[in-house]
């Protein structure tokens, strides 16, 4: 069954799976990986990666479900590997199946972002992610808090992202995050798109600026000099 599915042979699958085959038996020398999480690990785009999916979901395989890596902290369940893999069918089979909620959509699109996937994150936008919803789960941030690099802060701003959006726990914007963080291409990015480097913190006052000079970012520190960060402004704390 497995591969099968990873051929993208619709029709061998659904004869597996009409004759008992078990769509939810792990493969335990591939990550614990069941059949649907192996069909979205898929780059063969013109394999019928979709149909295979919904087949697979027709007969009961779990969309949600988290194979048992050796590594806990690696997202796991199908639409993270498709994200991973930057399988584009298998993003889509997994929303337009409707077992998934926008939450996990959600999360989906975070974590491409985060992840540095830029072609997961056109998918995931096209199929409806919202660019600019704060996820709860990742303490109030969106897609464009959390990007990977210099090129996914060029493709969400593209796709519509908020520059100026504040998360919300603490009322940062991208540039605190980056700055804090340390992702110097990101900050960039954010520089050249016209970023405000003199925004101030909701909770506490902070700039980037303050940010990054605690966490010792020296070419962070330099950079949002050179764009006209102020270094006399003030927290809350004085």
Do not use: W
Not at 117 to 140: C, H, P, Q
């Amino acid at each position: 069954l497995m591969v099968a599915c990873i051929k993208g042979h619709k029709e061998i699958v659904e004869m597996l799976l009409k004759s008992g085959a078990d769509c939810h038996i792990k493969n335990k020398q591939n990550n614990n990986f069941t059949a649907l999480h192996l069909t979205c690990s898929s780059h063969n785009a013109a394999a019928g990666i979709k149909d295979v999916v919904n087949a697979l979901i027709v007969a009961g395989a779990k969309v949600d479900e988290e194979a048992t890596s050796t590594t806990p902290s690696v997202e796991t369940t199908p639409m993270m590997v498709a994200v991973m893999n930057e399988c584009k069918e298998g993003i889509e089979a997994l929303i337009t199946c409707g077992k998934l909620d926008a939450n996990r959509t959600l999360a989906a699109l975070l974590f491409a972002s985060e992840n540095g996937k830029e072609e997961s994150i056109k998918t995931l936008i096209a199929m409806g992610a919202e660019v600019n919803k704060l996820s709860e789960e990742t303490g109030g941030k969106a897609a464009l808090h959390v990007a990977g690099n210099g090129e996914i802060v060029n493709a969400l701003i593209q796709s519509g992202a908020d520059k100026e959006l504040k998360t919300m726990n603490e009322g940062l914007t991208e540039m605190h995050c980056a700055c804090e963080s340390g992702r110097q291409s990101v900050v960039e990015a954010l520089i050249k798109a016209g970023a405000n480097v003199n925004c101030k913190a909701e909770q506490d006052g902070s700039t980037p600026l303050h940010l990054t000079s605690k966490e010792g970012h020296k070419l962070i520190v330099e950079m949002l000099l050179a764009a006209g960060a102020d270094r006399y402004a003030v927290n809350n704390i004085g």
